[in-house]
Protein backbone atom coordinates (compact mmCIF):
# COMPACT_ATOMS: atom_id res chain seq x y z
CA UNK A 1 0.00 0.00 0.00
CA UNK A 2 1.17 3.44 -0.05
CA UNK A 3 3.46 4.82 2.30
CA UNK A 4 3.39 8.34 3.99
CA UNK A 5 5.96 9.63 6.33
CA UNK A 6 6.65 12.35 8.83
CA UNK A 7 9.31 13.91 9.90
CA UNK A 8 10.01 14.47 13.01
CA UNK A 9 8.15 11.91 14.83
CA UNK A 10 8.61 14.03 18.51
CA UNK A 11 9.76 16.76 18.82
CA UNK A 12 10.32 19.56 22.36
CA UNK A 13 10.19 22.61 21.72
CA UNK A 14 10.58 25.75 23.85
CA UNK A 15 7.67 28.48 23.99
CA UNK A 16 8.36 31.21 21.59
CA UNK A 17 10.32 28.97 18.67
CA UNK A 18 8.73 27.84 15.39
CA UNK A 19 8.59 23.71 14.51
CA UNK A 20 8.36 22.52 10.59
CA UNK A 21 6.64 19.23 10.32
CA UNK A 22 7.30 17.35 6.99
CA UNK A 23 4.99 15.34 5.56
CA UNK A 24 5.92 13.44 2.25
CA UNK A 25 4.50 10.53 0.20
CA UNK A 26 7.11 7.98 -1.08
CA UNK A 27 5.68 6.00 -3.29
CA UNK A 28 2.97 7.98 -5.11
CA UNK A 29 2.23 11.25 -6.06
CA UNK A 30 -0.16 13.14 -3.77
CA UNK A 31 -2.17 16.10 -5.29
CA UNK A 32 -4.05 16.36 -2.27
CA UNK A 33 -2.34 16.61 1.55
CA UNK A 34 -4.10 17.04 4.68
CA UNK A 35 -2.87 18.06 8.12
CA UNK A 36 -4.79 16.98 10.93
CA UNK A 37 -4.33 17.94 14.81
CA UNK A 38 -5.34 15.01 17.80
CA UNK A 39 -5.73 16.36 21.17
CA UNK A 40 -5.34 13.39 24.12
CA UNK A 41 -8.72 11.29 24.19
CA UNK A 42 -10.16 13.23 20.93
CA UNK A 43 -10.95 12.64 17.29
CA UNK A 44 -8.64 14.00 14.65
CA UNK A 45 -9.60 17.47 14.04
CA UNK A 46 -8.80 18.75 10.57
CA UNK A 47 -6.46 21.86 10.08
CA UNK A 48 -6.21 22.60 6.15
CA UNK A 49 -6.43 20.91 3.33
CA UNK A 50 -3.55 21.81 0.70
CA UNK A 51 -3.11 21.14 -2.81
CA UNK A 52 0.26 20.99 -4.95
CA UNK A 53 0.85 24.50 -6.07
CA UNK A 54 -1.63 26.03 -4.43
CA UNK A 55 -2.23 27.92 -1.30
CA UNK A 56 -3.71 25.74 1.66
CA UNK A 57 -7.69 26.19 2.66
CA UNK A 58 -7.98 26.25 6.35
CA UNK A 59 -10.90 25.32 8.58
CA UNK A 60 -12.38 27.79 10.78
CA UNK A 61 -10.92 28.93 13.80
CA UNK A 62 -7.43 28.02 12.65
CA UNK A 63 -5.11 30.45 12.19
CA UNK A 64 -3.24 30.43 8.86
CA UNK A 65 -0.49 32.45 9.94
CA UNK A 66 0.07 30.41 13.09
CA UNK A 67 0.15 27.76 11.31
CA UNK A 68 1.74 27.65 7.53
CA UNK A 69 1.57 25.07 5.06
CA UNK A 70 3.09 24.34 2.17
CA UNK A 71 2.79 22.39 -0.51
CA UNK A 72 5.32 22.72 -3.19
CA UNK A 73 5.90 19.40 -4.81
CA UNK A 74 3.68 16.24 -5.17
CA UNK A 75 5.50 14.46 -2.76
CA UNK A 76 6.18 16.95 -0.07
CA UNK A 77 3.83 18.87 2.04
CA UNK A 78 5.62 21.11 5.13
CA UNK A 79 3.60 22.00 8.15
CA UNK A 80 5.19 25.18 10.49
CA UNK A 81 3.61 26.42 14.12
CA UNK A 82 4.99 29.75 14.29
CA UNK A 83 5.78 31.14 17.85
CA UNK A 84 4.77 27.94 19.13
CA UNK A 85 3.30 27.85 22.98
CA UNK A 86 2.35 24.99 25.02
CA UNK A 87 -1.09 25.06 24.43
CA UNK A 88 -0.01 23.91 20.67
CA UNK A 89 0.93 20.57 21.92
CA UNK A 90 -0.79 17.99 20.25
CA UNK A 91 -0.27 15.23 18.24
CA UNK A 92 -0.11 16.44 14.64
CA UNK A 93 -0.67 14.09 11.65
CA UNK A 94 -0.56 14.32 7.75
CA UNK A 95 -2.60 11.92 5.09
CA UNK A 96 -2.39 12.19 1.44
CA UNK A 97 -4.58 11.26 -1.38
CA UNK A 98 -4.08 10.86 -5.16
CA UNK A 99 -6.59 12.57 -7.23
CA UNK A 100 -8.37 9.56 -9.29
CA UNK A 101 -10.84 11.25 -11.37
CA UNK A 102 -14.65 9.77 -10.45
CA UNK A 103 -13.36 8.16 -7.90
CA UNK A 104 -12.85 8.20 -4.42
CA UNK A 105 -9.76 6.98 -2.99
CA UNK A 106 -8.86 6.39 0.45
CA UNK A 107 -6.48 8.82 2.40
CA UNK A 108 -3.01 7.29 3.44
CA UNK A 109 -1.87 8.01 7.18
CA UNK A 110 1.90 9.54 8.10
CA UNK A 111 2.92 7.91 11.21
CA UNK A 112 2.39 11.56 13.16
CA UNK A 113 4.37 14.27 14.65
CA UNK A 114 3.96 14.48 18.55
CA UNK A 115 4.75 18.35 19.63
CA UNK A 116 5.55 19.16 22.78
CA UNK A 117 5.82 23.12 23.70
CA UNK A 118 7.35 23.83 27.00
CA UNK B 1 -24.80 20.45 10.17
CA UNK B 2 -22.71 17.58 9.87
CA UNK B 3 -22.71 15.17 12.74
CA UNK B 4 -21.12 11.95 13.05
CA UNK B 5 -22.28 9.70 16.46
CA UNK B 6 -20.74 6.80 17.83
CA UNK B 7 -20.72 5.16 21.14
CA UNK B 8 -17.46 6.48 23.52
CA UNK B 9 -16.44 2.97 24.85
CA UNK B 10 -17.34 -0.82 24.40
CA UNK B 11 -15.92 -3.81 26.23
CA UNK B 12 -15.78 -7.42 24.95
CA UNK B 13 -14.21 -10.40 25.71
CA UNK B 14 -11.53 -12.11 23.58
CA UNK B 15 -13.11 -14.69 21.25
CA UNK B 16 -16.41 -12.92 21.22
CA UNK B 17 -18.08 -10.60 18.16
CA UNK B 18 -18.77 -7.08 18.76
CA UNK B 19 -20.49 -4.37 16.50
CA UNK B 20 -19.34 -0.74 16.86
CA UNK B 21 -22.30 1.73 15.28
CA UNK B 22 -22.05 4.77 13.97
CA UNK B 23 -24.90 7.14 12.29
CA UNK B 24 -24.08 10.14 10.47
CA UNK B 25 -25.66 13.50 9.23
CA UNK B 26 -23.61 14.86 6.26
CA UNK B 27 -24.28 17.45 3.20
CA UNK B 28 -24.53 14.78 0.25
CA UNK B 29 -22.89 11.66 0.93
CA UNK B 30 -19.82 9.70 -0.84
CA UNK B 31 -19.23 7.01 1.41
CA UNK B 32 -17.95 5.95 4.91
CA UNK B 33 -14.83 4.87 5.88
CA UNK B 34 -13.85 3.25 9.46
CA UNK B 35 -10.50 3.58 11.06
CA UNK B 36 -8.23 1.90 13.94
CA UNK B 37 -6.23 4.25 15.26
CA UNK B 38 -4.02 2.79 18.91
CA UNK B 39 -2.97 4.72 21.61
CA UNK B 40 -0.26 7.22 20.37
CA UNK B 41 -0.39 6.19 16.55
CA UNK B 42 -2.15 7.28 13.41
CA UNK B 43 -5.00 5.80 12.31
CA UNK B 44 -4.59 2.52 9.82
CA UNK B 45 -7.47 2.12 7.21
CA UNK B 46 -9.91 -0.85 7.80
CA UNK B 47 -13.01 -0.02 5.06
CA UNK B 48 -14.97 2.02 3.08
CA UNK B 49 -18.88 1.42 1.98
CA UNK B 50 -20.37 3.35 -0.60
CA UNK B 51 -22.88 0.93 -1.54
CA UNK B 52 -25.85 -0.45 0.67
CA UNK B 53 -24.80 -3.67 2.27
CA UNK B 54 -22.25 -5.57 4.17
CA UNK B 55 -18.61 -5.56 3.15
CA UNK B 56 -16.80 -8.61 4.80
CA UNK B 57 -12.65 -8.68 5.05
CA UNK B 58 -11.86 -11.32 7.46
CA UNK B 59 -12.34 -10.91 10.84
CA UNK B 60 -13.66 -7.16 10.22
CA UNK B 61 -16.45 -6.93 8.18
CA UNK B 62 -18.65 -3.03 7.82
CA UNK B 63 -22.38 -2.46 6.71
CA UNK B 64 -23.91 0.72 5.34
CA UNK B 65 -27.49 1.51 5.10
CA UNK B 66 -27.45 5.04 3.08
CA UNK B 67 -31.29 5.65 3.33
CA UNK B 68 -30.25 4.95 7.42
CA UNK B 69 -27.25 7.11 7.68
CA UNK B 70 -26.00 4.30 9.61
CA UNK B 71 -23.01 2.04 9.69
CA UNK B 72 -21.17 -0.80 11.91
CA UNK B 73 -18.31 -2.05 12.09
CA UNK B 74 -18.06 -5.89 13.29
CA UNK B 75 -15.36 -7.50 14.15
CA UNK B 76 -15.42 -11.36 14.72
CA UNK B 77 -13.02 -13.55 16.93
CA UNK B 78 -12.07 -10.86 19.18
CA UNK B 79 -8.26 -10.55 19.93
CA UNK B 80 -6.35 -8.52 22.34
CA UNK B 81 -4.72 -6.61 19.74
CA UNK B 82 -8.24 -5.36 18.40
CA UNK B 83 -7.57 -3.03 21.71
CA UNK B 84 -7.68 0.18 19.88
CA UNK B 85 -10.06 3.18 19.19
CA UNK B 86 -12.14 3.26 15.94
CA UNK B 87 -13.25 6.41 14.03
CA UNK B 88 -16.17 6.35 11.55
CA UNK B 89 -16.15 8.87 9.13
CA UNK B 90 -18.28 10.49 6.03
CA UNK B 91 -17.04 11.41 3.21
CA UNK B 92 -19.31 14.70 1.85
CA UNK B 93 -20.40 16.20 -1.39
CA UNK B 94 -17.12 18.12 -1.18
CA UNK B 95 -15.05 14.97 -0.49
CA UNK B 96 -14.04 16.16 2.95
CA UNK B 97 -13.92 13.49 5.81
CA UNK B 98 -15.77 14.09 8.84
CA UNK B 99 -14.76 12.34 11.84
CA UNK B 100 -16.73 10.89 13.99
CA UNK B 101 -15.20 10.98 17.98
CA UNK B 102 -14.04 7.26 18.27
CA UNK B 103 -15.01 4.73 20.28
CA UNK B 104 -12.75 2.87 22.27
CA UNK B 105 -12.49 -0.50 22.58
CA UNK B 106 -11.41 -2.91 25.62
CA UNK B 107 -10.95 -6.31 24.71
CA UNK B 108 -11.06 -8.31 28.25
CA UNK B 109 -9.41 -12.02 28.51
Known amino acids: GAVVSQHPSRVICKSGTSVKIECRSLDFQATTMFWYRQFPKQSLMLMAT?????????EQGVEKDKFLINHASLTLSTLTVTSAHPEDSSFYIC??????????????FGPGTRLTVT | GQNIDQPTEMTATEGAIVQINCTYQ??????LFWYQQHAGEAPTFLSY??LDGLEEKGRFSSFLSRSKGYSYLLLKELQMKDSASYLCAAMDSNYQLIWGAGTKLIIKP
Open chain 2, 49 to 50: NV
Open chain 1, 50 to 58: SNEGSKATY
Open chain 1, 95 to 108: SAKTQTSGEVDEQY
Open chain 2, 26 to 31: TSGFNG
